[in-house]
């Protein structure tokens, strides 16, 4: 069983940035993908960014150009750059991964991101 434990979350003015790591309890070098959530008060969980382990990544079209999603596999880490961020951004965060596409995500406990207007 993998633990994931994000940490980096807090309160922010808009245009801000904030980076968001993932530290997990064991080797991330078998996960296929690993990725960052959000869920916003009232809303369903959605993806953010997404890195699987030959380092290609996609993003939500809301985080383009703003988010960047990187993981190092020596560190068992997994880091979500966010800049220029704006309200709307506001939302728990949560780290998830998985071994393949047939399998389960193990998930996060979450941290918490509010960016002030």
């Known amino acids: 069983q993998v633990q994931l434990v994000e940490s980096g979350g807090g309160l922010v003015q808009a245009g801000g940035s904030l980076r968001l790591s993932c530290a997990a309890s064991?080797?991330?070098?078998?996960?296929?993908?690993m990725g960052w959530y959000r869920q916003a008060p009232g809303n369903q969980r959605e993806l953010v960014a997404q890195?699987?382990?030959?380092?290609?990544?996609n993003y939500a079209d809301s985080v383009k150009g703003r988010f960047t999603i990187f993981r190092d596999n020596t560190k068992n880490m997994m880091y979500l750059q966010m800049n220029s961020l704006k309200p709307e951004d506001t939302a728990v965060y949560y780290c998830?991964?998985?071994?393949?596409?047939?399998?389960?995500?193990?998930w996060g406990q979450g941290t918490q991101v509010t960016v002030s207007s």
């Open positions: 998830a991964a998985r071994r393949s596409a047939t399998t389960n995500y193990y």
């Open positions: 064991g080797s991330i070098f078998s996960f296929n993908s």
């Open positions: 890195v699987t382990s030959s380092g290609s990544r």
